[in-house]
């Protein structure tokens, strides 16, 4: 991981030197063990501060827009899979030109499960670092060596695509794909339920639900000027802590995620209330595999299946 960050700077003190972007996207170290935080850079001096491990899990994809000032400008991002496969969606719904980004792609062994390594300690986390494969975690009280595998997070565990699928430079080798028989277990375990259990299951993943919204501030889809939830002529959904409002909130968000999500987990990430924010967005990605054979954000010329039209769409559904 050393030789990955140092690459990391390497490339973006050279894009900044040689004044070929404006700014670098990427992560620093957070105040706290077992964080990293995005920082955007715009000096050389800054450069050192880039990092990244397993503890990388927000999808910067979500910063380009907002760094882009003006059509001259030319920013750097340091992106893993699920992040170049968000990119490729800003390019193909016209949020950013190609040309605009230079992409720094990171292949990736998967991030991992920060509440569940938390789990295993009574008392704060005071040290996290890494040693290839294996997780070094300390405690005032205790220390453990964990092999990073038992510890991903759940869209880690079905990635299949850990290379970044666009870039413009890599910074550390290509890592070998996983291929899976059955990329959606979670999805057929619910699928498999009677409907009353369904509804019961989702009444009972949004019952702690505060409505901060961090799940759609950290999703990178989510990028229109006004969102649904706070309109107010009309007004699509109340404001309040009403149980159909909170449940609105979500169905509907998951929705306008159809065709579209990578499946990056930056939802779960930020949700402060450890919400399997997932469990909406899941089935929507599987309907949309078997339908039509699409996976969101994989090629730069193709728009998702819901954006366009072709005569041999199913229609099974009309009667």
Known sequence: MNTCINKIRELSLELLDKGEVVKVIGFANGTIPMATSPITISSKQDVEKLVFNSTCGLNLASYIKQSIKNKKDKIAIIAKGCDTRNIVTHIVENQVSRDQVHIIGVPCKGMVDKNKIASLFEDEIIEFTEDGDTLNVKSSIKEEKLEKKDYLRENCKLCMHKNPVIYDALAADLVEEQNLDNPYPDVDKIEAMDSDTKWQHFQDLTQNCIRCYACRNAC???????????????????KGQDKTDVDTFHFLRAFHCAG?????GACVEACPMNINVRDFTRKLNKDVFEMFGWEAGLDINKRPPLDAYSPDDPNDFIK
């Not at 000027?225 to 959904?237: I, L, N």
């Not at 579209?260 to 990056?264: F, L, P």
Request: hydrophobic share 20%; proline share 12%.
């Open 260 to 264: 579209r999500c990578t499946d990056c």
């Open 220 to 238: 990178p889809l989510c990028y229109c000027p006004t969102c649904f939830v706070d309109e107010s002529g009309p007004q699509w959904v109340g």
